[in-house]
């Protein structure tokens, strides 16, 4: 007789209980990585597209390091993918340290331990690059560190997290509750005898509500002494509470960062300002403290009071042919000569001696010069 069997007349019903016919919904909402790897992964992609290089004598040189820190730090890693997770793990773990192998290669450490000393070299030992670990110890001379200097960040996020999680995760359970289908199944009789009665009963059960979740026309056989009936509150689903929670924990988050709320929305007013005040206060100190690191281990002291000095060229956020007009009152003025410009437009200088030279043009001349100048003509 099949399933049929199970639904015979008895009195008791404790079987029920027993049924997993209610999931409790997980509270583990992803929200503070979503909110972190928003507002990392944007950093990380704006100084990944960063030139690195030394300049000496006003000239660029281009050697190995060059090489190194714009296209391939080692063997696995292209430049951008290398300082991206350079940004990931300062911003992340409050610090982070690159070592260089053998071979020249420039490598991040997944870890290490750090040991500081007030009156001499701090050193860096068991230091761990994927699933390798250098049995010698690093001098502070030897490495690249970079530290974000602040420690409270963590905690901040995790403080967040709390908060806003536990609301976040409160909403996101109403709104489930919300339009959400309910079926109750009445049971007149039940001769279950053993668990695998029991299993049988709850494997129908669960077809039925298969069936009627995943099928646009679901077909419920009728049993007797089974009844299968649907109820719904009927109240209108909205994800704008569950937006703004996580809206709110993203602004600060970003606020956190120095980016501007509403660049990392995406909104487009004014959006050369909010792009000239992350570049600003959000990027600049980042590169700031990266080529200072870069000055202190690559280029020694008697050179660089010399002029020799790395350098870094970000990516712009206007483009040339904007400012072509500012470009020629700097240069009409006299205010800057050609290479200069091009120093400053990020180009290269050039061997032309005209490029050295600085013009004035009769607008920008004293009044009397213009009126001679008038008159010989």
Not at 22 to 39: E, F, G, R, V, Y
Not at 121 to 139: A, C
Not at 145 to 170: A, P
Request: glycine share 4%; net charge negative; hydrophobic share 35%.
């Amino acid at each position: 007789m099949g399933l049929l069997d199970i639904f015979k007349k008895n009195s008791e019903l404790e079987f029920l209980y027993d049924f997993d016919l209610i999931d409790s919904a997980s509270t583990k909402i992803h929200l503070k990585k979503l909110a972190i790897q928003t507002c990392v992964n944007m950093i990380g992609r704006t100084i990944s597209q960063t030139e690195f290089y030394v300049k000496k004598d006003k000239k660029v040189i281009k050697d190995e390091m060059y090489y190194r820190l714009n296209v391939r730090p080692n063997i696995n890693d292209s430049a951008n993918e290398f300082w991206e997770t350079v940004i990931h793990k300062l911003i992340h773990d409050n610090e982070c340290l690159i070592i260089q192998s053998d071979t020249k290669d420039l490598l991040i450490a997944d870890s290490f331990i750090h040991s500081e000393f007030a009156m001499v070299e701090d050193t860096f030992k068991e230091v761990k690059v994927k699933n390798y670990e250098f049995s010698r110890t690093f001098q502070m001379r030897d490495v690249l560190y970079f530290k974000y200097n602040n420690d409270h960040m963590t905690k901040l996020l995790d403080s967040l997290y709390t908060d806003y999680g536990e609301l976040f995760g409160k909403i996101v359970e109403s709104q489930k509750r919300k339009n959400q289908i309910r079926g109750i199944v009445d049971i007149e009789t039940a001769g279950i005898k053993n668990d695998e009665q029991q299993e049988k009963i709850q494997n129908y059960i669960n077809k039925v509500y298969k069936a009627i979740t995943e099928k646009s026309v679901a077909i419920v056989p009728q049993q007797k002494g089974f009844k299968y009936d649907e109820k719904s509150n009927g109240a209108s689903q909205s994800v704008d509470e569950v937006n703004k929670v996580t809206g709110g924990f993203l602004d600060q988050v970003a606020q956190a960062l120095g980016i501007p709320i509403p660049l990392i929305r995406g909104d487009m007013a004014d959006i050369e300002k909010l792009t000239r005040n992350y570049m600003t206060f959000c990027i600049d100190p980042l590169l700031k403290k990266i080529r200072d690191e870069l000055n202190a281990k690559l280029i020694d002291r008697a050179d660089y009071l010399n002029g020799e000095k790395v350098e870094t060229k970000r990516i712009s956020y206007s483009n040339m042919f904007d400012i072509a007009t500012a470009v020629d009152k700097l240069r009409s003025s006299g205010t800057l000569n050609g290479n200069e410009l091009r120093e400053a437009l990020g180009l290269e200088r050039v061997d032309d001696p005209m490029m050295d030279v600085y013009f004035i043009t009769k607008n920008y001349q004293e009044s009397s010069e213009a009126l001679k100048g008038g008159e010989n003509e």
